[in-house]
Nanobody
Framework: QVQLVESGGGLVQAGGSLRLACAAS????????MGWFRQAPGKERTFVAAMADITWSGESTYYADAAKGRFTISRDNAKNTVYLQMNSLKPEDTAVYYC???????????????????WGQGTQVNVSS
């Protein structure tokens, strides 16, 4: 059984920063892609960012337009952990943030919720104006 456990959510003022972390535990393996989705109240779950381990070219990252220039994703394969550094936060970033892991090799990086095999329980991020 694989578990993804997020941490680092909380309340921050607009313009502030938060760093989310997600640790995978359970059977030992490496996700091909790890990333983040978010879901605001009353809205669909949307892709935020992901990172894939593409052996022939190193790591590859992809960001949603809303995250570009403000969010940075990174991963520590040895720890099966992925991070999301969020800077210049806006009230519209308020949402539950979900860590995701996908096993199957996929290139380019998938933004499809159905590609990701494993989901964390989510961590709440609230950005006040």
């Amino acid at each position: 059984q694989v578990q993804l456990v997020e941490s680092g959510g909380g309340l921050v003022q607009a313009g502030g920063s938060l760093r989310l972390a997600c640790a995978a535990s359970g059977r030992t393996f490496n996700f091909y892609t790890m990333g983040w989705f978010r879901q605001a109240p009353g809205k669909e779950r949307t892709f935020v960012a992901a990172m894939a381990d593409i052996t022939w070219s190193g790591e590859s990252t992809y960001y949603a337009d809303a995250a570009k220039g403000r969010f940075t994703i990174s991963r520590d394969n040895a720890k099966n952990t992925v991070y999301l550094q969020m800077n210049s936060l806006k009230p519209e970033d308020t949402a539950v943030y979900y860590c995701v892991g996908g096993e199957a090799p996929r290139y380019p990086i998938s933004t499809d919720v159905y590609y990701y095999d494993y989901w964390g329980q989510g961590t709440q991020v609230n950005v006040s104006s």
